[in-house]
């Protein structure tokens, strides 16, 4: 069974950094798009940012365009998202989720190409 394991949320300043991973396993990692996915209280989840399988194309929402980053080292099998600058919006819980094999295209924002989950780390936002 595909495993994704999201790590790294926790307290920041206003204005703050922080970097979070998601470790993959059990699948080949190298092979698939990711991206990340948030929640904030009580709204639907958004997409977040994208990477596509060999890296070398990133996307991102409009709403963080300039203050994220996404990437991947395949050797490890792990993708991270480094937030700057945040914001109380941010708040959220953050998941990375795994485009589907069955997916026709490079990349997608849609969570229903999405077939694996990680189970999300809170990132609390600015207080």
């Known amino acids: 069974e595909v495993q994704l394991v999201e790590s790294g949320g926790g307290l920041v300043q206003p204005g703050g950094s922080l970097r979070l991973s998601c470790a993959a396993s059990?699948?080949?990692?190298?092979?698939?798009?990711m991206s990340w996915f948030r929640q904030a209280p009580g709204k639907g989840l958004e997409w977040v940012s994208g990477?596509?399988?060999?890296?070398?194309?990133?996307y991102y929402a409009d709403s963080v365009k300039g203050r994220f980053t996404i990437s991947r080292d395949n050797a490890k099998n792990t993708m991270y998202l480094q937030l700057n600058s945040l914001k109380t919006e941010d708040t959220a819980i953050y998941y990375c989720?795994?485009?589907?094999?069955?997916?026709?295209?490079?990349?997608?924002?849609?969570?229903?190409?999405?077939?694996?989950w990680g189970q999300g780390t809170q990132v609390p936002g600015s207080s």
């Open positions: 989720a795994k485009l589907s094999a069955e997916y026709d295209g490079d990349l997608s924002v849609h969570l229903s190409s999405y077939d694996y």
């Open positions: 059990r699948f080949t990692f190298s092979w698939y798009a």
């Open positions: 990477i596509i399988a060999d890296g070398t194309r990133t």
